[in-house]
């Protein structure tokens, strides 16, 4: 594997500083020979503009978070970091490599959850090259390679987890974003550290049911909640029955058999987890008739 080699490459304006003057030389050497009839003289005259010529050539300027990848004759050479006006080789490939943050988004995909649910779900990937040489020589074409690897890591996460999970103690896409998260993160990171690539963030941006399940699984969801909340209120309901009995022996307000008991537990129960109001009844006689 191409490993990064950071090379400190040569001040341009100190090429220019030095070309300049052999250019002028150049010049003047080729006029005067040319006037004097001397050939040699006009051969270092050419010499040198030549010479001067290929220096310019190795003039470059490197832009803030970019990064030159300098080859000779198909072999790698090294990479400049440094911003600013530089000169190398004229003999070297010099190809720009972006050391920016990307953000890319992985578009919807359709995949089938744990349970076997298609859902639909996009994400988004923010990264950057942290290593040139990687991204250059290691993967043909390094962003097209995270976006088709990104894909394909959400897709896994997808069919690890339930879209929705019925217990506390199972992880789910919908209800653990933040694990759900750091998951994504690292799978991506995993796929794309062979070109060079480090993941910052991975997110789920976008998390539904496919539309042909989609009103199903609102309904389901609407019956577990409506479930949930039922057991809520009974739990409620006995305890506030358990309370009442309780004050009601511990205070000697009113003695109940086993029976008369059971007919208030059974009224007190109709009463707390009915969804309507109750109508009440008032009892002229006793509590016996």
């Not at 050419?46 to 978070?65: C, D, E, I, R, S």
């Not at 190809?95 to 919807?108: D, F, P, Q, T, Y």
Request: with cysteine.
């Amino acid at each position: 594997m191409v490993r990064e080699n950071v090379r400190t490459p040569t001040s341009g304006w100190l090429a220019v500083a030095l070309l300049i003057p052999l250019a002028l030389i150049g010049v003047g050497a080729l006029l005067t020979g040319a006037e004097a009839g001397s050939g040699p003289l006009a051969a270092l005259g050419v010499l040198a503009l030549v010479t001067a010529a290929l220096g310019f050539a190795g003039l470059f300027v490197l832009n803030p978070n970019e990064a030159k990848v300098l080859q000779l004759f198909g072999e790698y050479v090294g990479s400049v970091r440094e911003s600013g006006f530089a000169w190398a080789n004229p003999l070297y490939t010099k190809r720009r490599i972006s050391l920016r943050v990307v953000s890319m988004e992985v578009g919807k995909l359709k995949v089938n959850d744990l349970d076997g649910n298609p859902v639909e779900i996009a994400a988004i990937v923010v990264w950057k090259v942290v290593d040139s040489a990687q991204a250059s020589f290691e993967v043909d074409n390094y962003p097209e390679y995270v976006r088709v690897q990104g894909e394909a890591a959400v897709r896994t996460l997808a069919s690890r987890y339930p879209y929705d999970a019925h217990d506390d103690a199972v992880l789910s896409l919908r209800g653990n974003t933040q694990q759900v998260a750091e998951h994504l993160q690292k799978e991506i990171e995993e796929r794309v550290h062979l070109a060079g690539v480090r993941i910052l963030e991975a997110r789920i941006s976008h998390l539904a049911y496919a539309p042909e399940i989609a009103q199903a699984m609102l309904q389901r969801q609407q019956a577990g909640a409506i479930i949930a909340a039922r057991q809520k209120i009974v739990e409620g309901a006995v305890g506030m029955v358990e309370l009442a009995l309780a004050r009601l022996s511990q205070n000697n307000v009113v003695a109940l058999d086993e029976e008369r008991k059971a007919a208030m537990v059974s009224n007190l129960l109709v009463v707390l987890c009915s969804e309507r109001a109750a109508q009440p009844i008032v009892n002229a006689g006793t509590i016996y008739q």
